[in-house]
């Protein structure tokens, strides 16, 4: 135990009877998720949880209600949750032996993934829609660790990165703040991206219970989905969503109700989509600046430049170490950065900046080995080193797509040598071993890399295979 | 009565082919391989590029809160199924 315990924060900071989470009515479906039922549902979680090991809960819930509820009970039963984006049975396995004791949680009757995997599980019964809780709203102490929240798995080893309560709540409370969430005026948010994903999670699950936000739980993933889930939806509206499903929504041409705002994240959004969007619904488009690892701390609306702005209360400072070695490599614009941000320790940003001042700044571009697609960063090197290690392929590459940062859909495509091995069996094994965003399109068979004396894949060569290759796919 | 002939699963498969930039032929396409996972491999972005495909070829919209969407992405035969029964043009 910490010598000098922080501050207890309320699980919830909500109004009787708030609407937290809202799903579409009739047929089989229950209705909303208010305060008293929200709590009702966590105490009865923590009771079950208490008869159970001791380890964490692994939180695979598909309803974004019942993955706040699985939190929620998690934290009154003194237990931490894991949240991972990466379903695979392999990284399931994995985290079940490195996690003595760990319960995994669903909702869903029939989960696929978990039926095939021997690991202890519990799952929710329905949320209740009338349940009340007369009960007071209990508190958790802010330094005690909420959440392990997984980085994709994309190089083979999803990375966790770990989220004190106090942390947690204090993002949100920003969020709301930057977003000017009013409680005089609960929005509705209707989120497309996963709850176990740390934007979703951020934006979906935790900011209806610090701020005055109901979270969609309906489905809202093409853009007629959408569409019906905003409808469904009182106004203000913030659609919260990726620069790829923006794009699908303004070609889709769908008529939507009147928008506050919608966010968007994951990956840098074209301008010029953003100004379109802006035109179409008469809305703001802002972006939001985070990663895994320290959560959102940054937004910007797209059309007025390329400034972020901090959250309140977060400040950057010059990483003085990281610096100093970078230094030592010629032409290298802008600076390391520590990120200092309420309930975490500072955190080394991976993004090389322009800083304006302690909440301002501009990105100047990520590693040359980092590529981002679909909201998740894998590195080339990594993904490289999977392909090779595939018995039968002799050498082979894995190549970034050249426009990922302005075309959501871009793919990688990766050359093998492998004399004895189709294209189909490489990329099964492919399948087997990293996250799906990152599987190349195609794997091209050559019968030899282009590499020099040295060993090495010039650039020009590479240029070459690229073209070969078919070069650029349409947009 | 429509008067539009039957869709076929040939055409669904160059719309695949084409939306997605497979590099595949259209015979290739097994009509009762998955589309999904195993079989050609394709996740849920495609499933967004190519739900936008359809719905400008065929004039159908898809969701995902339909009951059926899981059995319509199921193979290209129950894809073309479908587009069959609900499209509009």
Same mark, same amino acid.
């Given at each position: 135990?910490?010598?000098?315990?922080g501050?207890?924060?309320?699980l919830?900071?909500?109004?009787?009877?708030?609407?937290?989470?809202?799903?579409?009515?009739?047929?089989?479906?229950?209705?909303?998720?208010?305060?008293g039922?929200?709590?009702?549902?966590?105490?009865?979680?923590?009771?079950?949880?208490?008869?159970?090991? *001791?380890?964490?809960?692994?939180?695979?819930?598909?309803?974004?209600? /019942?993955i706040?509820?699985?939190?929620?009970?998690?934290?009154?039963?003194?237990?931490?949750?894991?949240?991972? $984006?990466?379903?695979?049975?392999?990284?399931?396995?994995a985290?079940?032996?490195?996690?003595?004791?760990?319960t995994?949680?669903?909702?869903?009757?029939?989960d696929?993934?978990?039926?095939?995997l021997?690991?202890?599980?519990?799952?929710?019964?329905?949320?209740?829609?009338?349940?009340?809780?007369?009960?007071?709203?209990?508190? =958790?102490?802010?330094?005690?660790?909420?959440a392990?929240v997984?980085?994709? $798995?994309?190089?083979?080893?999803?990375?966790?990165?770990?989220?004190?309560?106090?942390?947690?709540?204090?993002?949100?409370?920003?969020?709301?703040?930057?977003?000017r969430?009013?409680?005089?005026?609960? @929005?509705? !948010?209707? $989120?497309?991206?996963?709850?176990?994903?740390?934007?979703?999670?951020?934006?979906?699950?935790?900011?209806?219970?610090?701020?005055?936000?109901?979270?969609?739980?309906?489905?809202?993933?093409?853009? %007629?989905?959408?569409?019906?889930a905003?409808?469904?939806?009182?106004?203000?509206?913030?659609? !919260?969503?990726?620069?790829?499903?923006?794009? @699908?929504?303004?070609?889709?041409?769908?008529?939507?109700?009147?928008?506050?705002?919608? =966010?968007?994240?994951?990956?840098?959004?074209?301008?010029? %989509?953003?100004? @379109?969007?802006?035109?179409?619904w008469?809305?703001?488009?802002?972006?939001?600046?985070?990663?895994?690892? !320290?959560?959102?701390?940054?937004?910007r609306?797209?059309?007025a430049?390329?400034?972020?702005?901090?959250?309140?209360?977060?400040?950057?400072?010059?990483?003085?170490?990281?610096?100093?070695?970078?230094?030592?490599?010629?032409? /290298?614009?802008?600076?390391?950065?520590? !990120?200092?941000?309420?309930g975490?320790?500072?955190?080394?940003?991976?993004?090389?900046?322009?800083?304006?001042?302690?909440?301002?700044?501009?990105?100047?571009?990520?590693?040359?080995? +980092?590529?981002? +697609?679909?909201?998740?960063?894998?590195?080339?090197?990594?993904?490289?080193?999977?392909?090779?290690? =595939?018995?039968?392929?002799?050498? $082979?590459?894995?190549?970034?797509?050249e426009?990922?940062?302005?075309?959501?859909?871009?793919?990688?495509?990766?050359?093998?040598?492998?004399?004895?091995?189709?294209?189909?069996r490489?990329?099964?094994?492919?399948?087997?071993?990293?996250?799906? %965003?990152?599987?190349?399109?195609?794997?091209?068979?050559? *019968?030899?890399?282009?590499?020099?004396?040295?060993?090495?894949?010039?650039?020009?060569?590479? @240029?070459?295979?690229?073209?070969?290759?078919?070069? /650029?796919?349409?947009? | 009565?429509?008067?539009?002939s039957?869709?076929?699963?040939?055409?669904?498969?160059?719309?695949?082919?084409?939306?997605?930039?497979?590099?595949?032929?259209?015979?290739?396409?097994?009509?009762?391989?998955?589309?999904?996972?195993?079989?050609?491999?394709?996740?849920? =972005?495609?499933?967004?590029?190519?739900?936008?495909?359809?719905?400008?070829?065929?004039?159908?919209?898809?969701?995902?809160?339909?009951?059926?969407?899981?059995?319509?992405f199921?193979?290209? /035969?129950?894809?073309?199924?479908?587009?069959?029964?609900t499209?509009?043009?």
């Amino acid at each position: 135990m910490p010598a000098h315990p922080g501050p207890d924060l309320p699980l919830l900071a909500r109004a009787p009877g708030a609407v937290l989470f809202r799903r579409p009515h009739g047929g089989v479906t229950t209705g909303n998720t208010t305060t008293g039922g929200f709590l009702a549902a966590a105490t009865r979680l923590a009771a079950t949880l208490a008869a159970t090991a *001791p380890g964490p809960v692994l939180n695979l819930c598909a309803d974004r209600a /019942q993955i706040a509820i699985g939190l929620a009970g998690a934290l009154l039963a003194g237990r931490v949750s894991l949240f991972t $984006g990466d379903r695979s049975p392999s990284w399931l396995t994995a985290l079940a032996e490195r996690h003595p004791g760990l319960t995994a949680l669903t909702d869903t009757d029939h989960d696929a993934t978990l039926a095939s995997l021997d690991l202890p599980s519990l799952t929710l019964p329905p949320v209740p829609d009338t349940a009340t809780s007369a009960a007071p709203i209990p508190t =958790i102490p802010a330094d005690r660790l909420a959440a392990i929240v997984f980085t994709s $798995g994309s190089t083979g080893e999803p990375v966790g990165h770990r989220k004190s309560w106090g942390e947690l709540v204090a993002r949100s409370v920003d969020a709301a703040r930057r977003f000017r969430l009013i409680a005089a005026q609960p @929005a509705s !948010v209707v $989120g497309t991206v996963p709850g176990q994903h740390m934007y979703g999670l951020e934006t979906t699950i935790l900011l209806p219970l610090h701020a005055p936000a109901a979270s969609w739980c309906g489905p809202a993933f093409y853009p %007629v989905d959408i569409a019906a889930a905003l409808a469904a939806c009182p106004a203000p509206r913030v659609l !919260v969503t990726t620069p790829l499903q923006l794009r @699908a929504l303004l070609a889709a041409e769908v008529a939507l109700p009147p928008v506050a705002r919608v =966010i968007s994240a994951t990956a840098p959004l074209d301008p010029a %989509v953003a100004a @379109a969007a802006e035109a179409r619904w008469q809305t703001e488009i802002w972006e939001i600046f985070g990663a895994t690892e !320290v959560g959102s701390i940054a937004s910007r609306r797209t059309t007025a430049g390329p400034d972020w702005r901090t959250y309140p209360r977060v400040r950057l400072t010059p990483h003085e170490t990281a610096n100093r070695t970078a230094n030592q490599v010629p032409s /290298q614009p802008g600076l390391f950065v520590l !990120v200092h941000a309420p309930g975490a320790a500072p955190f080394p940003l991976n993004d090389r900046i322009d800083l304006a001042d302690p909440t301002s700044f501009r990105l100047i571009g990520r590693h040359g080995d +980092l590529v981002k +697609l679909g909201g998740r960063r894998a590195s080339l090197a990594g993904l490289t080193s999977i392909l090779n290690d =595939i018995d039968g392929v002799e050498d $082979g590459i894995f190549l970034a797509p050249e426009d990922s940062e302005t075309r959501p859909t871009a793919r990688m495509l990766a050359f093998a040598v492998a004399p004895g091995l189709s294209a189909e069996r490489i990329l099964a094994e492919l399948r087997a071993r990293i996250d799906p %965003v990152f599987l190349p399109r195609r794997v091209v068979r050559i *019968p030899r890399l282009p590499r020099d004396r040295l060993g090495k894949l010039p650039a020009r060569a590479l @240029a070459e295979l690229r073209a070969q290759a078919g070069g /650029q796919e349409p947009a | 009565m429509s008067a539009r002939s039957a869709t076929s699963a040939l055409d669904v498969a160059r719309l695949i082919i084409a939306s997605l930039n497979l590099d595949l032929a259209p015979e290739a396409i097994a009509p009762d391989a998955p589309l999904f996972g195993e079989g050609l491999g394709l996740d849920s =972005i495609d499933a967004l590029e190519l739900a936008l495909a359809i719905s400008r070829e065929y004039g159908l919209e898809l969701r995902s809160d339909d009951a059926r969407n899981r059995q319509v992405f199921a193979s290209l /035969q129950s894809l073309t199924d479908y587009i069959d029964e609900t499209r509009t043009k």
